[in-house]
């Protein structure tokens, strides 16, 4: 089954992890570097060109100075609450 890139879980997943990278202050370049792979990396799963796996999450939040647990309670918390819209 084909994942939709415009599904509102997914657009969620986006924002949190692009907002978690402002947050710590990090530009694309940054924290490419950090994860030894090229800024387009960072671009593509960013605007939801690319999909990330779990253990690709939990080292992109970790260069950006949180956990993976606190990671996915913040991204339920924003599904409980557009799911109530």
Do not use: H
Not at 9 to 23: D, G, K, Y
Not at 27 to 52: D, M, N
Not at 67 to 76: A, C, E, H, I, S
């Amino acid at each position: 089954m084909a994942v939709n890139p415009w599904d509102p879980e997914n657009v969620v997943l986006q924002e949190l992890i692009t907002n978690c990278r402002s947050e710590a202050q990090l530009t694309q370049q940054q924290l490419a570097k950090l994860l030894e792979r090229p800024q387009s990396y960072v671009s593509k799963y960013e605007s939801g060109e690319r999909k990330l796996t779990l253990p690709e999450i939990r080292v992109i939040v970790e260069c950006c100075g949180t956990n993976l647990t606190d990671f996915v309670q913040l991204y339920l918390k924003e599904l409980t609450l557009i799911e109530n819209k």
